[in-house]
């Protein structure tokens, strides 16, 4: 059933039963006045209205659902952990200096410790969440209720315990969950294309979601999606600005205007090396951002074999 057969049932339903009613009042009582014979806005009404908006807000058509088999998350998994760790389980848990966040798993997913926030999202807790609700045993490190703040306070607290049973047992798990991380990875690319859709200027919203379903065609564009939503986020935080200008998947998105489903893939590479190297002239000085420049650039240079 349709969002919006659904509503009409919701309505139609209320509809009756106002009827009925009314038409027992008939019967069994005076005639309703005027004032009571009014149409009442019920919860039903209230339920369809909010239905109705967020039918309007985001399309069903608008969540793309992109099916891969378990060998492809798992290959796409060590793909992202060979791109962020070099593929080694020490590269599991790191913390670049300069940083206030740990970098964990193969997508260096942010752990903020307690009281610290920054301009980045923290995905690590929801990968936990994730990962938890899949069946799989977590370490004692990450147990308990509710979603855990980074228990080491410092790079060099961390750096301290890089071999402590706590930081043995964490790399251990993330180690034997490639694939579940992969999986998270996916639904976080499914869920981004609405929210990406809703920052982008009504004039570019249709080009946005072309160009997202123009990657999906093809194993590689949809690998180039999961890894760069990933690498460098969704965009529609205008938080992660320079000058108010984004070098995330929103913003690779809008610079792409192709329509051949077999050159996505390149187009997406050249787009991305020019809004990161953007994002690097744009940066604060004293984030020394050039010095991760070429490595970025390597990385969405493989997307084409470049």
Not at 25 to 47: D, G, Q, V
Not at 74 to 81: A, C, D, E, S, V
Not at 240 to 258: C, I, S
Not at 281 to 288: C, K, L, M
Request: positive net charge; proline residues 5%; glycine residues 8%.
């Amino acid at each position: 059933m349709t969002i919006s057969c659904f509503i009409k049932r919701i309505l139609r339903a209320d509809s009756v039963k106002l009827v009925a009613a009314e038409t027992g009042t008939l019967i069994n009582k005076r005639r309703p006045s005027r004032t009571e014979r009014r149409p009442r806005f019920t919860a039903c009404h209230f339920l369809a209205a909010v239905l109705f908006a967020a039918l309007i807000a985001f399309p069903p058509t608008l969540v793309q659902a992109i099916t891969l088999s378990h060998a492809d998350v798992l290959r796409i998994g060590k793909k992202i952990w060979q791109n962020e760790c070099n593929g080694t389980i020490a590269g599991l848990t790191s913390w670049n200096a300069g940083e206030d966040f740990a970098s964990l798993g193969i997508g260096h997913f942010i752990w903020y410790p307690k009281g610290r926030r920054g301009p980045f999202e923290e995905s690590f807790p929801k990968v936990v969440t994730f990962i938890s609700k899949r069946g799989a045993k977590l370490p004692t490190l990450l147990m308990g209720v509710g979603e855990k703040p980074c228990p080491w306070n410092s790079r060099t607290e961390f750096l301290r315990a890089q071999h402590s049973t706590e930081m043995n047992q964490l790399r251990q798990f993330l180690a034997d969950t490639i694939d579940l991380q992969a999986e998270f990875l996916m639904a976080r690319l499914e869920s981004a294309l609405p929210k990406m859709v809703a920052e982008a200027e009504p004039s570019d919203r249709d080009n946005v979601k072309a160009q997202f379903e123009r990657l999906t065609k093809t194993p590689q564009g949809r690998y180039v999606l999961i890894d760069y939503v990933n690498f460098k986020g969704e965009g529609v935080l205008h938080t992660e600005r320079y000058q108010g200008q984004g070098w995330r998947l929103l913003q690779v998105l809008e610079a792409m205007h192709g329509t051949s489903n077999s050159g996505a893939v390149d187009e997406f590479s050249r787009a991305a090396k020019a809004v990161l190297t953007r994002r690097v002239q744009n940066s604060p000085t004293e984030r020394h951002e050039s010095r991760w420049l070429s490595g970025w650039i390597r990385r969405v240079n493989s997307y084409n074999g470049g």
